[in-house]
């Protein structure tokens, strides 16, 4: 498979991740909505502050690959706007290698953290008293999710420059938005 179409390959699944994330909120705001609604009457379901909680780390796990391959992601450019697109292809690789490093190393580190609330069969410290692992399990599936889509998309553009493409991999690594160098 091509550079080129891993990455488009990887937009597709992404996109459909975004979909369901998305979802995930629409429903989120919907039951806060329906709490807030019930409250009115001397009701509530209880706990809306919690899952909202839950859902958002769930969601900004699972988000930020999204964000990666739309480059959505804050960058600091400053440097990079100066050298010409080999150079920019060069410094943007090294800041893919460095991302993923440290997306790996988050992932990593967040299986303990599972793995304990699996052993321990740990529950929240709140009245709903929610299992710990059915959160934390798609929290830790996003982190994984968002490492293999920085190393795969790292190797697609280290592919696009080894090739001679600058052009495609500032479109898949490059900093969005950019106004033309000097």
């Known amino acids: 498979m091509s550079a080129d ?3 488009a390959l990887l937009r597709r699944l992404n996109r459909g991740v975004a979909y369901l994330v998305g979802l995930l909120l629409l429903g989120c705001a919907a039951f806060v909505l329906a709490d807030i609604l019930l409250r009115q009457i001397g009701q509530s379901f209880g706990g809306t502050d919690e899952i909202s909680g839950y859902v958002m ?8 690959a999204y964000t990666l391959l739309e480059l959505g992601h804050v960058r600091i450019d400053l440097v990079r706007r100066r050298p010409r697109p080999l150079g920019r292809a060069l410094l943007d690789l090294f800041s893919m290698v ?5 997306i790996v190393t988050v992932a990593i580190k967040c299986w303990p953290v599972l793995e304990r609330s699996l052993t321990n069969g740990s529950r929240a410290n709140t009245p709903l008293e929610t299992p ?9 599936a996003g ?18 420059v080894l090739r001679g493409d600058t052009a495609a991999s500032e479109r898949t690594i490059g900093a969005f938005g950019e106004a033309s160098p000097p």
């Open 132 to 140: 710990l692992a059915l959160v934390q399990g798609p929290w830790f």
């Open 5 to 7: 179409a891993l990455i």
């Open 57 to 64: 780390a769930i969601a900004t796990s699972w988000g930020m």
């Open 98 to 102: 460095a991302t993923s490093a440290v």
């Open 143 to 160: 982190w994984v999710w968002f490492a293999i889509m920085c190393c795969l998309t790292t190797l697609a553009a280290l592919a696009m």
